[in-house]
């Protein structure tokens, strides 16, 4: 193995514990820095699906269609690509066409002229088959031609679509053959369930746009185009190997955003695929463990390692690095307040899925307990969690007035409770430009997570 290209940092919940019984959770935070010596990155080969069904022609408050946004956004976010990489563009409705096939990136005005007119290729617009566009858009990738490259399926959709099934078997088998879907979905009427399960089957994210912001399309397209522009750590995975009585209980990806890893174990550790990672932005994990009583005194607790590749064929490595916990039978040691602030918006993360049940469920005595406890989590948080703030105070105001949540609302907080990265600057500019909690939910200032 060569020397690494990525850094492991890694910090323990507090500086020492008091073990009172057998054992005692406790976490550990785990940073991936780049070391920026990675080149210029891997070539990718990306394929665009966009629904065209008629919904598309829906017009915004300035008189643009969601399909125009759209076209006007992936025109844009194509010059966020290196000149290596490549685009394919999939029409679909009910039935699906490739309406160019793979073309390199620096063919701009090529893919430019395509998005223009992708509307008037022979797909029948009355319908929506998003499996048939996935299905085309995988078959496009496992051309020899494709071989060597970063495989990346953007789709698009406003609404929801027949062939469910399929379209979580095809997420399935994207993972196996190392593609990863980014799923958009634009406007409120599409399948929040399908396009999250479909995200995280092929290792992916997922996206919301508010369709009555004329800005969102280009702002998540040309934010989600720049991550995979930058990509370059890929198969990278987290092997844990816990000390004589020590459990792991699960891992989390905190930074960019929010998401649990599933672990599979190993020769005698646990392994977490994190899957393709950016050069230049780092990212953070935290390892939820389970330590028993030991005497006074430091130990290690874990060895955690990580692996990745960067398209040369060979695996490097940051090496083995321990986990290290002072004990103490005193009394616990300080908290380290940045691995606080990740576990209290880990928590806010998980009390939104208690949320988004109960506002189907139409529970609101139960909406408005889990509301307020996010609104008080999230100002613990101070600039950091002032969306979320303002968001779970909507819901609340949503329920005295109308006695029900907007479907809007609802996505608004799926989507803002996955990001930890909320700039101080935009939330001001909110306050200052829309100086109402409803405007802020509309404001396009904020970083959609993924």
Known sequence: MSSPRLLLERMMHRQSIAVPGDSLASYALL???PTGEGGPGLPLTLVLCIDISGSMYWSD????????RVREASTAAVSKLKPTDRVALIAFANGAEVVLPVTPAAEAATIAATLDRIDCFNVDQAGTTMNE????AIDVLKSPDEAGRLHQVVVLTDGETSGEGECRELAGLAAEQKVSFSVMGVGTEWNTALIKDMAARSNGRWY???????????RVFLAEFDRLADAGLVNVRL???PMKDI??????QVAPQIQELPLTPGDKLLI?????????????????????????GKYVVAQVEVKYELGDGQVHSTGPIPLEMAYTAVAHGYVNAEVARHIDEVQIFELNNNLQTAIITEKVDDIRKVAQQISRKSTVLGPRGARKTMLAEQILQELD???????????????????TDEPVSAVRRILMTRGDVDDAVRSTDEPVGG
């Open 272 to 296: 977490a695929q994190l899957g393709t990672l950016e050069q230049s932005t780092p990212s953070k994990y935290i390892l939820d463990l389970s330590l028993p009583k030991r005497p006074d």
């Open 31 to 33: 940073k991936l820095i």
């Open 133 to 136: 566009g996935l299905r085309k």
């Open 61 to 68: 408050g300035a008189g643009k269609s969601r399909l125009d």
């Open 247 to 252: 459990k792991l209980k699960r891992v989390r």
């Open 239 to 241: 092997e844990v190997r």
């Open 401 to 419: 007035g109308a006695g029900k949540v907007s479907r809007k609302t609802m996505l608004a907080v799926d989507d803002a409770v996955r990001s």
């Open 208 to 218: 919301y746009i508010d369709a009555d912001q004329s800005e969102e399309a280009m």
